[in-house]
């Protein structure tokens, strides 16, 4: 197996990262905000047929006619809170993408975390793009092709943007592993568009 790579700038075709899309306060802003007013909901997914709660906490946001499910689990879609709604659009402005959801993800702890997984959904279509936006605490996100194992370690500051696209979602998977030491919380917006 090949040693991860920790540089950025060599990310595997697909992935594209941007260290300062957000400044620190207005990043430190949006987390306090978010942390406190969003339902936030710990559902449960089916893993070769078991339940298990997930280990962070989730909450799902999109316009009224979309409906997604990942894992078996059918999200509760909540409404978009005006700050989001501004971000969303000037993400979709930026990428010429028609962004209609986003899954937010509050990590309490370097306990929480999410494991190995594609997002390739089939409502997601062929070739999704994903805008993925930090905030709060630094967490390390790995990147594995599906053939050859190849991995790349990225560390995801607060107020960074990671976009995914092209073939990144049918060739790597990605996950966002334990830290066992890091006390503090992280929440990740994830920008979607789902047919
Ligand atoms: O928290 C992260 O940066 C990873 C999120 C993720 O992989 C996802 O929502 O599919």
Redesign the pocket.
């Given at each position: 197996m090949q040693q991860p790579n920790a540089n950025p700038n060599h990310l595997p075709e697909g992935f594209s990262y941007q260290a300062k899309a957000l400044s620190a306060q207005k990043s430190l802003d949006l987390f306090y905000y978010l942390q406190q007013h969003l339902n936030w909901q710990q559902p449960s997914i089916k893993v070769y047929g078991k339940s298990h709660v997930i280990p962070?906490l989730q909450c799902f946001i999109a316009d009224p006619n979309v409906n997604y499910g990942y894992s078996g689990s059918q999200l509760i879609v909540e409404p978009w809170p005006a700050v989001l709604d501004a971000m969303r659009k000037r993400l979709t402005a930026q990428l010429q993408i028609p962004f209609n959801a986003l899954?937010v993800?509050l990590?309490r702890d370097g306990q929480d975390c999410?494991g190995w997984?594609s997002?390739d959904e089939k409502e997601l279509g062929q070739q999704p793009t994903?805008a993925?936006i930090?905030l709060g605490a630094e967490?390390k996100?790995k990147i594995k092709h599906k053939h050859t194992n190849e991995q790349h370690d990225l560390i995801?500051q607060s107020g960074s943007c990671?976009i995914m696209n092209g073939h990144s979602q049918r060739d790597y998977q990605?996950?966002?592993p334990k830290q066992q030491r890091l006390k503090h919380p992280?929440i990740?917006l994830?920008f979607r568009s789902i047919r």
């Open positions: 962070r899954l993800n990590y999410m997984h997002d994903i993925s930090s967490r996100f995801l990671l990605h996950c966002l992280r990740n994830t």
